[in-house]
């Protein structure tokens, strides 16, 4: 077996005085490097740890945090926006505050969808509704009769069918499984 001809100093860490060492290192060796050796001594420096001050400067270059495994720390908290504008290194020019920062959630309003909605699309809407409300009240009379709730399903609900139609929708919530 062959004895290695490279004769690296490990005690050296930062990249600095490891690329010191291989440039003083080459200068002194009287023979040609093969590409495993080259590789090698690219390796040594590329892998070094970096020195204080160059650590600092990546850092704020590059402020990437690293999650902790139990996620126990965190490095920066979250600002809100009105803690960014007053940093004075903001610049205002960039933030566009007439963007809403929360988008507000249309609710589906039926009385309006019956106004816009044409003719043939209106009745399938109305027989979704329907559908809807069926399930809707019988969902509400089985957590009645379960205990899940005790409260009496919505008038504006219940109005809606006629009485045999709640007679046959409570006893279908009777028949209902849990799940």
């Given at each position: 077996?062959?004895?290695?001809?490279?004769?690296?100093?490990?005690?050296?860490?930062?990249?600095?005085?490891?690329?010191?060492?291989?440039?003083?290192?080459?200068?002194?060796?009287?023979?040609?490097?093969?590409?495993?050796?080259?590789?090698?001594?690219?390796?040594?420096?590329?892998?070094?740890?970096?020195?204080?001050?160059?650590?600092?400067?990546?850092?704020?270059?590059?402020?990437?945090?690293?999650?902790?495994?139990?996620?126990?720390?965190?490095?920066?908290?979250?600002?809100?926006?009105?803690?960014?504008?007053?940093?004075?290194?903001?610049?205002?020019?960039?933030?566009?505050?007439?963007?809403?920062l929360r988008?507000?959630?249309?609710?589906?309003?039926?009385?309006?969808?019956?106004?816009?909605?044409?003719?043939?699309?209106?009745?399938?809407?109305?027989?979704?509704?329907?559908?809807?409300?069926?399930?809707?009240?019988?969902?509400?009379?089985?957590?009645?009769?379960?205990?899940?709730?005790?409260?009496?399903?919505?008038?504006?609900?219940?109005?809606?069918?006629?009485e045999?139609?709640?007679?046959?929708?409570?006893?279908?919530?009777?028949?209902?499984?849990?799940?």
């Amino acid at each position: 077996m062959a004895t290695p001809r490279l004769r690296l100093d490990w005690s050296l860490n930062t990249a600095a005085e490891r690329t010191e060492f291989v440039n003083k290192y080459i200068e002194s060796v009287d023979f040609q490097f093969n590409e495993e050796e080259l590789e090698m001594l690219g390796s040594y420096v590329l892998w070094a740890k970096p020195s204080s001050a160059e650590e600092e400067r990546l850092n704020e270059e590059f402020p990437v945090e690293i999650k902790s495994a139990h996620n126990t720390w965190s490095k920066n908290a979250d600002q809100s926006i009105e803690q960014i504008l007053e940093t004075p290194s903001t610049e205002r020019n960039f933030i566009d505050l007439s963007v809403p920062l929360r988008k507000k959630k249309e609710r589906f309003d039926r009385a309006k969808a019956r106004q816009e909605a044409p003719p043939h699309i209106l009745e399938v809407l109305e027989d979704l509704w329907r559908q809807i409300d069926y399930i809707d009240l019988q969902i509400r009379y089985y957590d009645l009769r379960h205990g899940r709730t005790t409260k009496e399903p919505p008038e504006h609900l219940v109005d809606r069918f006629d009485e045999p139609t709640i007679a046959k929708i409570k006893e279908k919530s009777e028949s209902m499984p849990q799940y």
